[in-house]
Each structure stands twice: as structure tokens, then as C-alpha cells.
Nanobody
């Protein structure tokens, strides 16, 4: 059974860099042909796809966030990490990591989500 577990600070100050990690017990982030995504949901709004890292290590970003988003991985720990720089209160959201198989229509596994608040 694949699990995804997000971890990171719940409170970040404006202009700082937010760093969140998704750990995947029971699965491998290098297994063909899965993509590992970061998705967020601001209060009162819908889900927003932020970016993904593929089984190969290739990365993909939302055009609107690309300039201050970075996704990396540590295959030895079976983790992938989101870094969002220069955060503002508009980055306050529940952040999720999720897995999707290449060609699939839906994500098959999600983390439980972690609340991040940007406030001074």
C-alpha cells in the first residue's frame, strides 16, 4: 500500500522560502511511470496544481508559479521536496502531494495534506 506523508512548517513569514517534503513509505518514487505532484488548495478556492517530478527525475511546473517553485527528490530517502520562494499571504493553503501514473485520468494516492499559513 502506497502512502504519501507531507511534512513541513505550518507557519512561514512573508518573503521566506517554504519547504515541504513528501515521504513515500511503501513505494518508490523511481518506479516507472509515475509522476509525483504538489497540489494546493487556498481557503475557499479550488485545487491548484503546482508542479511534479517524474520517475525519471524530470520536473514540470505550473507556468504561473515556475519562477519561484522548485521540486527536487532524494531517492535514498524516497522523498520529494517542494520549495516555494518569496511567499506571500496568498500562498496560504493546504498543500498536498499526490501520485499519478502516466496516462491516467486521476491521481491514485494522496497525502493527508498539510496546512501552511503565511503570516508575519
Amino acid at each position: 500500500q502506497v502512502q504519501l506523508v507531507e511534512s513541513g512548517p505550518g507557519l512561514v513569514k512573508p518573503s521566506q522560502t517554504l519547504s515541504l517534503t513528501c515521504t513515500v513509505p511503501g513505494g518508490s518514487i523511481t518506479t516507472n511511470y509515475y509522476y509525483w505532484s504538489w497540489i494546493r488548495q487556498p481557503p475557499g478556492k479550488g485545487l491548484e496544481w503546482m508542479g511534479a517530478i517524474a520517475y525519471s527525475g524530470s520536473t514540470y511546473y505550473s507556468p504561473s508559479l515556475k519562477s519561484h517553485t522548485s521540486i527536487s527528490r532524494d531517492t535514498s530517502k524516497n522523498q520529494f521536496t517542494l520549495q516555494l520562494s518569496s511567499v506571500t499571504p496568498e500562498d496560504t493553503a493546504v498543500y498536498y502531494c499526490a501520485r499519478v501514473e502516466c496516462g491516467a485520468l486521476e491521481y491514485d494516492y494522496w497525502g493527508q495534506g498539510t496546512q501552511v499559513t503565511v503570516s508575519s
